[in-house]
């Protein structure tokens, strides 16, 4: 059974850093798209970064020049570098991820269990 599992979120101070990582995991043929959203209460969940396998990345207006995804596609992890952090960062962070299980030819959609940012003024 494949799974996302990610890490790294925690309570941080207005301008600090903190990088997220999430790796897929059971029997996998293939990761296309790997990438972050992120959800505020009462909203919608809403595209942070995303990074196709051999293909350019895609940010969030609001997080550009600021956060940095990236991938190790050996450990089928990906990774989401944030710096200059706002209060307005706080929010569940998920990792979304497009795979191929092994053994099948269907690509299907995995999303990870969610982690916490909290950045503090």
């Known amino acids: 059974q494949v799974q996302l599992v990610e890490s790294g979120g925690g309570l941080v101070q207005s301008g600090g850093s903190l990088r997220l990582s999430c790796t897929a995991s059971?029997?996998?043929?293939?990761?296309?798209?790997m990438g972050w959203y992120r959800q505020t209460p009462g909203k919608e969940r809403e595209l942070v970064a995303r990074?196709?396998?051999?293909?350019?990345?895609d940010y969030a207006h609001s997080v550009k020049g600021r956060f940095t995804i990236f991938r190790d596609n050996a450990k089928n992890t990906a990774y989401l570098q944030m710096n200059s952090l706002k209060p307005e960062d706080t929010a569940v962070y998920y990792c979304?991820?497009?795979?191929?299980?092994?053994?099948?030819?269907?690509?299907?959609?995995?999303w990870g269990q969610g982690t916490q940012v909290t950045v503090s003024t």
């Open positions: 990074l196709r396998r051999d293909g350019p990345e």
């Open positions: 059971g029997s996998i043929s293939f990761i296309a798209n």
């Open positions: 979304n991820a497009q795979i191929v299980p092994a053994g099948t030819n269907t690509v299907k959609d995995y």
